[in-house]
């Protein structure tokens, strides 16, 4: 095959005395994510989506919540770590490399609104994967419904395209 889909979902409670960081950028915001790392749930998502194309397991795999050398690390460090290491010199069979085509990410939370923050966040990603045009970051509510209705949580779910580099 000349293309690999994957998909990623993390969701994470909102609490207070934490910063909110999306996709690499604070958000001013009273509530931030609760993890184990900057708690970014649109990195992860995208962390993720990235090792399920690759067949390559998932974030817990390589960043565990037990390691306290990633407690309160930033995400995008975690996601520039996973670029490079599976697409600066990876190779799957010895003979394909694989790119990243399309990242495509949906992130469900209440409030705040992100809008303005969005072309800031798809900047960060672009200079951790090394990609241009190709990120679209979208948010919706739930319509009050749940907890992250409530406002009691976030949750971001993301799919990446990848596709075998020529030669």
């Known amino acids: 095959m000349d293309y690999r889909i994957g998909n990623g979902i993390d969701v994470h409670p909102l609490i207070k005395g934490r ?19 900057d708690g970014d749930v649109l990195i992860h998502s995208i962390i993720d989506a990235i090792l399920g194309a690759l067949g390559k397991g998932d974030i817990g795999d390589y960043f ?28 799957i069979d010895n003979e394909s490399v694989w790119n990243i ?20 966040m798809k900047e960060q990603i672009g200079i951790s994967c090394s990609l241009n045009d190709n990120i679209s970051i979208k948010a919706t509510t739930t319509d009050h419904l749940g907890f992250i209705g409530a406002g009691k949580g976030i949750a971001a ?6 596709i075998k580099k020529n030669g």
């Open 19 to 37: 910063k909110l960081i999306l996709g690499g950028v604070h958000i001013q915001y009273k509530l931030g994510c609760d993890g184990h790392s």
């Open 64 to 91: 565990p919540s037990s390691d306290q050398k990633f407690k309160g690390v930033s995400s995008i460090k975690l996601l520039d770590y996973i670029y490079n290491e599976f697409f600066k010199e990876f190779t």
């Open 101 to 120: 085509a399309n990242i495509d990410s949906t992130i469900i939370l209440q409030e705040p609104i992100i809008k303005p923050y969005i072309e800031e």
């Open 157 to 162: 779910i993301t799919n990446c395209l990848l």
